[in-house]
């Protein structure tokens, strides 16, 4: 299993991984597969399957720049119904009608083989694989993009 995460590690490296918007889509692709559950109708597999299909596409895509618009676009829109507060990742809140809002930082231990880098951007803390130099990191909570050698 180690051998495939160091492999996962370096296949995604320069390839624009997980976001906001990907985030949201799993979202709603878990709730269309929840709701096909009561409701089999092809169509809903459908929506699932090209949901996926989005996700899977955008994680790997090395046009990372487009991807970053379409995230973007999708927090301002997130930002207009969720108050228009919060346009940053910095007071996400797992729980979601959770009273206090952003939750306590817990003190992570970082995975074998990797470091604890924390955004500079979002304060979101990230494990980067150790070794390879230095390398451009993009935070998978806000999607921005730093340097840092490991
Ligand atoms: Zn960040």
């Given amino acids: 299993m180690n051998g495939f995460r160091k492999w996962f590690a370096r296949y995604m490296i320069g390839r624009y991984g ?4 990907n985030r949201f ?4 692709s878990a709730i269309l597969i929840v709701i096909g559950i009561f409701v ?16 899977y596409c955008r994680m790997f895509s090395r046009n990372i720049g487009k991807r970053q618009q379409e995230n973007m676009k999708y927090m301002v829109l997130k930002a207009r119904f969720t108050g228009g507060r919060g346009s940053s990742a910095a ?3 797992y729980g979601s009608t959770g009273a206090g809002g952003a939750r306590p930082r817990r003190k ?10 924390i955004c500079p951007n979002c304060k979101g803390s990230l494990q980067v694989p150790v070794g ?19």
Avoid at 132 to 150: D, K, M, Y
């Fill in 132 to 150: 390879a130099g230095r390398i451009r990191i993009r935070c998978p909570h806000c999607g921005s993009e730093f340097e840092e050698t490991v």
């Fill in 25 to 28: 889509l799993l979202i709603v």
């Fill in 18 to 21: 997980n976001d906001e918007l």
């Fill in 91 to 93: 007071g996400r809140n």
């Fill in 108 to 117: 992570q231990k970082p995975a074998p083989g990797k470091r604890i880098f």
């Fill in 40 to 55: 089999p109708r092809h169509i809903l597999n459908l929506a699932v399957v090209i949901l996926l299909i989005i996700v």
